[in-house]
T-cell receptor, first 118, second 112 residues
């Protein structure tokens, strides 16, 4: 079974531009989550989509948005890029099963998209 | 909200020695706990997880972890370190929905 794929793997943008990152989950997975990883802040949750609906959102400004398509593929968009947005953006997919309102399934991570903002 | 604390941002062990990476959690509900490993320029790979049941959890690559409620701990161990174990390790707790809250990570170095 193919793993989680993310495109592109590397991006270089300048301040003020916008960017769209793509994530294709493992076949059959309906949940896609996005994380930002930086040396200073570590791994931070951005948002999660399940069956085209955003189920959960982290503490990021509105410049960060996402969506999920009917085939479970997901995109995230960052508008008006800032230098601090430079990071590794990881997506993860899972079946999305919840117990007590929390996920118990294994989340499978993609290799990430490394975004550099100049 | 749930949280995890990883003690020691860097750990060095000799090849063949015991690996012990520490993780303590804070949770108002029975926690679901995970250990992930990240190799350079790669995503995260699940080593093991604890949801319910047996408190000693065995994972891939010879790693295991024990859930200790009384100590609010979920430390990761491996009896004998291998050079290929050099990586960054993250402890995480399932927070709400599919959100994982990660610790700050521990970079493991193996000394030949």
């Amino acid at each position: 079974k193919a793993g989680v794929t993310q495109t592109p793997r590397y991006l270089i943008k300048t301040r003020g531009q916008q960017v769209t990152l793509s994530c294709s989950p493992i076949s059959g997975h309906r949940s896609v989550s996005w994380y930002q990883q930086t040396p200073g802040q570590g791994l931070q949750f951005l948002f999660e989509y399940f069956s085209e609906t955003q189920r959960n959102k982290g503490n990021f400004p509105g410049r960060f948005s996402g969506r999920q398509f009917s085939n479970s593929r997901s995109e995230m968009n960052v508008s008006t890029l800032e230098l601090g947005d430079s990071a590794l953006y990881l997506c993860a997919s899972s079946l999305g099963t919840l117990a007590g309102g929390r996920g118990t399934d294994t989340q499978y991570f993609g290799p990430g998209t490394r975004l550099t903002v100049l | 909200a749930q949280s995890v604390t990883q003690l020691g941002s860097h750990v060095s062990v000799s090849e063949g020695a015991l690996v012990l990476l520490r993780c303590n959690y804070s949770s108002s509900v029975p926690p679901y706990l995970f250990w992930y490993v990240q190799y350079p320029n790669q995503g995260l790979q699940l080593l093991l997880k604890y949801t319910t049941g047996a408190t000693l959890v065995k994972g891939i690559n010879g790693f295991e972890a024990e859930f200790k409620k009384s100590e609010t701990s979920f430390h990761l161990t491996k009896p004998s370190a291998h050079m290929s174990d050099a990586a960054e390790y993250f402890c995480a707790v399932s927070d709400s929905w599919e959100k994982l809250t990660f610790g700050t990570g521990t970079r493991l170095t193996i000394i030949p």
